[in-house]
């Protein structure tokens, strides 16, 4: 699992419905970061692009952190191309209900 989780949580919670929330830590004592609903957050450095498969599906390369800057900028570069191509094949797939 990815070090980096965000929890979503919308301004409008009252302070009892906020306390029922998971904890400010995970199990490993990585702090949780919170952010209110609808902000933008970037998150590239942290979990790396989102990658395309091929079924449609999206994860994340396992091995960010720990890559260094010329291999991530060689994978931002490669994976663009491969997700511009994977995305397009998956719009066709969801519009012809093949999805």
């Known amino acids: ?3 980096f989780v965000a929890r979503v949580v919308d301004a409008a919670l009252d302070e009892s419905a906020a306390s029922a929330l998971p904890a400010e830590t995970l199990d490993d004592g990585a702090p949780v970061r919170r952010i209110k609903f609808g902000e933008r957050v ?3 450095d942290v979990i790396g692009p ?3 498969n091929a079924d449609c599906t999206t994860s ?3 091995n960010w952190k720990e890559m260094t800057t010329r291999e991530r ?3 931002r570069r490669r994976l663009g191309e491969r997700n511009r191509e994977r995305h397009a094949e998956c719009a066709r797939k969801h519009e012809n209900g093949e999805l």
């Open 50 to 52: 989102v990658v395309i």
């Open 42 to 44: 970037q998150v590239d």
């Open 60 to 62: 994340y390369i396992e």
């Open 73 to 75: 900028e060689t994978t």
């Open 1 to 3: 699992m990815c070090p």
